[in-house]
T-cell receptor, first 114, second 110 residues
Framework: EPEVTQTPSHQVTQMGQEVILRCVPI?????FYWYRQILGQKVEFLVS????????KSEIFDDQFSVERPDGSNFTLKIRSTKLEDSAMYFC????????????FGPGTRLLVL | QKEVEQNSGPLSVPEGAIASLNCTYS??????FFWYRQYSGKSPELIMF????GDKEDGRFTAQLNKASQYVSLLIRDSQPSDSATYLC??????????FGQGTRLTINP
């Protein structure tokens, strides 16, 4: 069964450094998402991406964040200058279409900012 | 603020009993509702989705939706220790983002 994959599984970085989190969505899916979950808190939406552009973003997704689909398979989340509060699990998700289609989540990248 | 509310628990249920998980939502424009299971340190795993008022059954799981009351529930029959996890309720309006509740931690006692 096809799965969303994410790399790396864990990343430790120093405050102020740039990080890139990578995702490979399910191959026939068209909608891509990033969510994050701070330890002990709810899963929060960051951004959705369709047809090579952002379709929706949350207040969390400020100028420090960017997303890109650099080729036909990868979907990346970049954090330009990490802060301590960016420490969280970051989940990539994809769906075949937008509405009436479920979103399937990858295993996540645990980001720790020191 | 469009929110999804869940009792954080923990909810403790004996093995073999029915576990009942509840969720309310504030956005009347929400059209679809999802139950995900999340084991500690893992990603959300889809259990069921429901769009229409009433019940939807899938194996040991039944989702119930009441749009007038803005209420969604998940019943787990014949609960097993492997069902012990956090259950996340999520709503979605159209093709937009999932809005998650805090999750209910469920423990099945052998």
């Amino acid at each position: 069964e096809p799965e969303v994959t994410q790399t790396p599984s864990h990343q430790v970085t120093q405050m102020g450094q740039e990080v890139i989190l990578r995702c490979v969505p399910i191959s026939n899916h068209l909608y891509f998402y990033w969510y994050r979950q701070i330890l002990g808190q709810k899963v929060e939406f960051l951004v959705s991406f369709y047809n090579n552009e952002i379709s929706e973003k949350s207040e969390i997704f400020d100028d420090q964040f960017s997303v890109e689909r650099p080729d036909g398979s990868n979907f990346t989340l970049k954090i330009r200058s990490t802060k301590l509060e960016d420490s969280a699990m970051y989940f990539c998700a994809s769906s075949r279409q937008g509405s009436q289609e479920t979103q399937y989540f990858g295993p996540g990248t645990r980001l720790l900012v020191l | 603020q469009k929110e999804v509310e869940q009792n954080s628990g923990p909810l403790s249920v004996p093995e073999g009993a029915i576990a009942s998980l509840n969720c309310t939502y504030s956005d009347r424009g929400s059209q679809s509702f999802f139950w995900y299971r999340q084991y500690s340190g893992k990603s959300p795993e889809l259990i069921m989705f429901i769009y229409s008022n009433g019940d939807k059954e899938d194996g040991r799981f039944t989702a119930q939706l009441n749009k007038a009351s803005q209420y969604v529930s998940l019943l787990i029959r014949d609960s097993q220790p492997s069902d012990s996890a956090t259950y996340l309720c999520a709503s979605r309006r159209g093709a937009q983002k999932l809005v998650f509740g805090q999750g209910t931690r469920l423990t099945i006692n052998p």
